[in-house]
Every structure is written in structure tokens, then in C-alpha cells.
């Protein structure tokens, strides 16, 4: 989420969060302009292996440099920042933290890091670069001998840590870490140095086939793979704590400050039971169960990871599999709704001894034939929210997927649109502020709407924390209007949208405030609570909430007025209180009144900002020529402006996931091919795919807590909207060539995330918290409307012919049968199919699939299109072939209507044939 209270030059934006945002986001970018500090050289040892150029300080045998072989400039850890990085308290990889206890007595820490003593070099042997009793480094009193080699074995960097009990008494280790210090510093660089120079980590916190993939923000090989050896299960994912804001006696510590700029440091977890009994007791569900390991007197335990590099990012699971891991893939990915059958594929060299669910029965894997070295698995679910697969291998490795498991998806959709119209529903006469009739944001703790926030913005309908829940509930009608909630909506947008939020008359009609709710003391003596706190910035002042400045507000208005122009043009009877042609015009207004009264945060790219392309493409299609010129003009200016740029993906945050997917629509729009691949690349370097629910298409965001949650802290987010937001682009970009499955299986990860925020009774939290001390959701909606844009607008079925999977559905189930290939959608939309062999998408804007038969000897495909209804007594459809040189189509039923066909429907389902010419 972004705020400013006025533009800054574009320097500010690259080198920190500005003084606007947060006190500590002033005081960083007073720092920035201090005379920095010299800090004495390191002294180093070079090192090589056949993978990498690397060096070792040479008091501490930590990890000082880091680059894949041959590649100086490019560096894993920040080795330029390891003179600033050298005193007691900062982490390096080489370091490790342990939790340990004897019987009858409490956990102790120790930590290699926090108060640093002299290390005792050990005699090498075959391969060990170098080795080192590091004891005398982890406090008094350790019970142990703690040994730690770096080993160049058969080509491969180690590092690898032996401990020995050196008591007379057992001793159980509950918790093992081992710091991962990679470089995802953004402080004082601009976009185009981030992008060179920093990186990425996303965790597959799988046991024994997890790992950890270190990849570049410019989405260039080669990616670092962080693997485990044999008895170092990456069992949790642990955040070390910034030292400033540690508790008390905390030594598991880091300096290195965590902000917008910086994500932070976390540990390699082997073990966790001791913080599952102490700062995680309160947390949901962890990714695995929490365990410990005992060491009777003189007995040893080694662990050890393994550096690696694959090629590229689509490479990774070749990796893998290379380096003799565990690999699962799953299809269409691991969020599974109950009334749909997913896939489970595995490549091992150790063969499948048994396959168990946590909870019980949620999940029902079932062997099916498979072929390429691949064990395919269906897979069934059953309840509702996490679950897990163990996977328990004959070597006796064991390796977990997490699941999310989720109702059918009509129904997602219909609780959703019930509960953001019902219990979000705000109606008050009264309202000083003018918000009724609204939805506002909602607190599901307290079960209750948020009437005031000391972050202004939640509770005034405006910005990404408080138009989350209405844009919500409007793009819930898109693909499946309810009459009774779109005459809400009807009413939300014409008598406190247009008016109240956005500008309707004079020479600045059409430009949104930042908020409708504010704080004015004065003016309301009595309103507000005082047991909220009014004196932060964030209680912006009246005239601070009716600034027009602020672009990223405009899509949410333009997505209310276009949603009820597709609704009133393509729909019978939901929308009354004006035709189409009324809100298709004010989603122009809003669109021309973004480029002129916002122009400053326009030159980025906006969330949601792909329904400025539907606008335009709509004011064609209904010949509204002069509109359509006109907005056509001030895109292309943007256009030719990112074009001109490198990576043209700049924010009022040093970095940021928001601005790519409009970025890459207008680069595809305008036929700059070339900058719509780069953009392509780029989200894929912070977008993965990952066997599990919450990091598979999760695209990397870590600060929106701070203005759109209740918890508010710098944190990794699970599913907030940048997940189904740039599954947006990635869709377009697999359609266009549907040999790239990586592309549909992280889009496809990152649009179903877009539905894991939804709760049972239909509430949407803004993300969920992935630190192990609390693993839930967060309590409020927060700014949770724009990733379920994403999902609503991308919601599809996709038919695929893979070369190692086979045939496998996407969005719905799919059978074969000869050369039929039969796939019946259950995904949230029902309106879109994408038959990859043909490179054909298909689209409905009034309608529904039944279901579809491919040919994949003549090419026909044949839909079976849902009866009439009240509101959908005609079709209408839109395809074309995506592919370069694909075949073209033509329908055997309807007549033409704006590039595309009006087809009525009956009593009885209607057959449609699309034959190749």
C-alpha cells in the first residue's frame, strides 16, 4: 500500500520510504543524507569452488562473499556491506543459534553470533576449505562442542556443523538455526542497481526436501539453491529478530535494521519444539511439526547445507532433480476446493513408502498411472483451510506439502458478495463524514465495522486499506452478479462514490480523494475514540484526505463505474439507476482525471491498473471514438516513458510488486514486446512456484501490514494482493506461449492465493502473518480488495497437453477419451477457457461454460453453454488464437456484436462449435 502527502523527486523514492510514510522511514532518510561511517577493511580469504568465486573472514571463517563463478559484480550475500556488518550482534551464513536444555532445567540460548570470542582452527581433511571449533563463540556455559567445516565435496560447496555433548547428562536441542544472510538490502540503491545487484529468498519449508531459492530481482540466472544434507530438515522458517526491537535476553538477534528496504534475515530451522513452546505457543498451525533432537553424553550430530546453482528460475526443479532431491509439483497447484480434483507429481530417487494427511482424511492421495520417472498422485479434499501430505520415502526422508482447502468456488464467490453487502454493509444518516451508504473495512476479532482507524484511509473508503471491501464486493458481480448486492452497489457508487469520495461536477470531476473520513477535532469534538491514537500521521487532517494527488486511488473508482457499465450492457435487469453508457463515461472521467490531477504517482504503475485497458478497449468497441482517442494518447505517453527505462517499475516504495502488471498490459497493448518480456522476467524473480499453498505464486510484499493490518509489522505476507495481481500478467504471457508451463503454475498459484484470504462465512483478510508466532490471518480486510481484482479478473479453465505431465486441467476437471478431452470448469468465473494445444481463448461477458470437448485431431472444440436466466438470456462471446501463427476460428452460432458474438440462450443448455479454418 502507498501514501504520500506530496510528490518527492525520484531520488527519494529509490533510497527509502519518505519522511510521510513512518517516523522511522524520516529518521532512515536523514541517515541516508549523514556522512557515512569508514569502517576498517576485512581481512578475507578468496576461495574457489567449480559453482563459485567466494571468501571466508578470516577471524570469524563466516561467509563474506558469495558469486556465481566468473560473475564479480554480482554478489549472493552483501559482501559490500560486510566492513558495516562486521561487530558483535550482526549474522552471517556460518553462524548458528541453538536452544537447549537439560533435565529439569528452562531453554537456554546460545548464539555464534551475538558476542564473538576467539575460534580454534581445526585440521582440514579431504576437501574442507576450512574448519574451526567455534565453542568459545557461543557463550558460556554451552554443553556442547560446536565444530563447523566449509567443504568443496566433489565440486559442491558445504557448510556443515558438527555437535558433540560434552556433558554427562543427554541434552535436548529445541531449537537449531542456522542463519541465511543473502542480500535483499535495497537501502541506497536505485532501481536499476537493485535490480543488478540484490535478491530474493523464498523457503519451501518442506522437512527434508526443502530448500531454500535465491534469486535475482532482475529475474536472471543463475539462481542459488540452498539444499539440505542428510538429518537438516528445513522445518520452520524462523525470522531472527532486529536487535532494536528484541525482547529482553533475546541473543537470536540481528542489527541489520528490518524496513521497507530491508525484509531481514531468517534461520535454516532443523529444529523447533523449544520456540513452539515459548514465543510460538499462541501461533495457528505451523508448516510442520515441531520436534527437537537429544544427544546423549559424547554422542555427535552433524548437519550441513549444500550451495548450488541452477541455470535459470525455470531451471530449478531440473536442479533438483539432478541433485538427487525430492521434487513434487503440484497441479493445477495446492489450493484445492472440495468439489475439484487435483494432481500431485513426484520425481525421487528413493521410491514412495507411504503418503499421510494432517488433519486426518482432509486430504486423499490416490495413485494413478504416470510415466517420465513422475509418480502421479489425485488428489481429494476434504473440511476446510490448512492442511498437509507427509510423503514418507523408503530412505526413510521425509517430505511435506501444504495444502489450503477451500469450498467450491461458487461458493467463495457467493460468501464473499454476502458478507461484504451484509455485515460490511454500513448505512448511518448521521455519518459526519457522509459514508452511507458504504462498506467499510472490518474487524473480525472483534466482529465489527471499523467506523474509525487511526490510519484514516481504512475507515474512509479511499486508498488500498479502505476501498479494499468495496472494490471487493463490486468485482464479486463481474462474472457473478447478485441482484440484491448489485442494487447495493448501485447505490454505494452513485450516492457516496460519485459525489462524496470522487469529484462529480466543475473542472476537477472525476478525481478521487485520498479519504472521506479524516481527523478534525475541532469540527467533531465528540466523535472520536480516545483510545485510539490521534496524533500519528496517519490521522491525516481534512484537508490531507481531500488530496487529489494520489493516482493509486483512482483504479478502485474506475473499476466501480466499469464493472456496472459490463453489468448494464451485458446483463438484463441488474442495473437501473442509469444505462451503460452513464459508467463507462465516468470510468473515462476517472481515467483522464488520473492523468491530470494525479499526474506525479501516474508515471508508475497503478494496482489494478489493467482495467484501464478494458476501459479503452470498451470506449472502442462502443464506438466512443473521441474518448478513446483521447485516453489512448495519455497511455501511450506513459508507454513511451517506461519504455525508455530499464526497469520502468518505480513506486513511492524503493521497491515494489504493485507496478509491473499495468506496466507489462500497456507494453503488450502498445506491441512493445520486448519490455513486456523483461517485465515478464522480473515478476518471476519474486513470484515462485513452490510446493506449498502460501509461498506458490506468492509475489513478495512485507510492509502492507503496516497500513492495512491489525498487526502492524514488517513482516513477509502470505497472499497479500500482489499474489493475484501479477498472476495477471503471467496469464497473458503463458497464453501467448503455452509451452511455458512455469508461467501458468505460478499465475495459477498466485490467482488461486487470491481466495485463501476468504473465510467460511465470507470475510477477506488483507494476508496472512507467515512468521511461525502467529501463522493466521490477519483480523481485518485491510486492502484485501485489489488482490481479489486479480483473481476475479483472471478467473479461467485451462485445458493442457504437457510433455512430461501429460493432459492436465487447470481451473476444472478434465478427462480423456480417444482424441476428446473433455474439461468441466468449477473455477470462481465459468466465462473463460484457454485450450492450450490451440492456443484458443475463449470469453464470455454474459453467460457460462458447462463444459468444453477439445479434438485434438481436428481442433474442434465444442462448449456446452448453462441454460437462460433472468439476468443472462443471451450470450455473448469473444475468442481468438493467442499464439503466433495459430490457426483462426470460426463459431457456427450467433450473430456479431463488438468483436465478438450475441448468441441467444433457452430453456435447455446451448451447444456452440468453434471449427479451425
Known sequence: MKRLLKPLPLIALVLAPVPAMLPMAAAQAQEAEKPKPVYPPIQKTEMQTPAFDLALRADTQTLAHLSPKGNAAFDFVPAGREAERAADGYVHIGDIHIRLKTAGSDWQDFSSAHARKQIAALTGGKGVLAAADITASMGAGIPLRVERRWVNEDGVLALRFTLVNTSSAPVEIGGLGMPMVFDNIILDRDLDSAHAQASFVDPYIGRDAGYLQVTRLNGEGPALLVLPEKGTPLEAYRPIAEARAARDGDIFTDKSPRTQVSEGFYDWTVASKGFAEKEWAKAGQQWNEPTSITLAPGESRTIGLRFVTAPSIRAIEDTLVAQKRPVAVGIPGYVVPTDQTASLFLKTPSKVAKIESFPEGSLTATSEKSGGGWARYQIKANGWG??????????????????????????????????????????????????????????????????????????????????????????????NPNPEEVAKLERLVNETVLGTLQVKDGPQAGAVKKSIFYYDPVEFPNYYDPKINWKNWTAWSKKDAGDLGRSYNYPHVAIGHWVLYRLARDNAGLVKQHDWKFYLDWAYRTTVAMMRDAPYYAEFGQMEGDVFVDILKDLKREGMTAEATEMEGLMKKRADHWRSMKYPFGSEMAWDSTGQPEVYAWMRYFGFQPQADETREVILGYDPTIPSWGYNGNARRYWDFLYGGKVSRIERQIHHYGSALNAVPLFDAYRQNPTDLHLLRVAYGGMMGGVTNIDQKGFGSAAFHSWPDMMKWDAITGDYGMGFYGHAITAASYMVNDPQFGWIGFGGDLTTKGSTVNLVPKDGARRRLFVAPAGLWITLEAG?????????????????????????????????????????????????????????????ATTVTLTPR
Open 848 to 908: 457460462r461454460i458447462q463444459s468444453a470437448d477439445y479434438d485434438s485431431k481436428t481442433g474442434k472444440v465444442v462448449l456446452t453453454l448453462d441454460p437462460a436466466s433472468a439476468t443472462d438470456p443471451a450470450a455473448r462471446l469473444l475468442f481468438q488464437t493467442t499464439t503466433a501463427g495459430g490457426r483462426t476460428y470460426a463459431t457456427d452460432t450467433g450473430t456479431a456484436d463488438r468483436d465478438g458474438y450475441a448468441i441467444p440462450l433457452t430453456a435447455a
Open 386 to 479: 490448512q492442511a498437509r501430505l507427509t510423503v514418507t520415502y523408503a530412505d526413510g526422508q521425509k517430505q511435506t506439502v501444504s495444502y489450503y482447502i477451500t469450498k467450491p468456488l461458487e461458493q467463495v464467490m457467493a460468501d464473499i458478495g454476502h458478507f461484504t453487502t451484509t455485515d460490511q454493509w454500513f448505512e448511518g444518516k448521521d455519518d459526519p463524514f457522509h459514508r452511507s451508504p458504504a462498506i467499510l473495512s472490518y474487524d473480525r476479532e472483534d466482529n465489527k465495522i471499523l467506523t474509525q482507524d487511526g490510519r484514516v484511509w481504512v475507515s474512509g473508503m479511499s486508498d488500498e486499506g479502505g476501498a479494499g471491501s468495496w472494490v471487493a464486493a463490486m468485482m464479486k458481480q463481474l462474472d
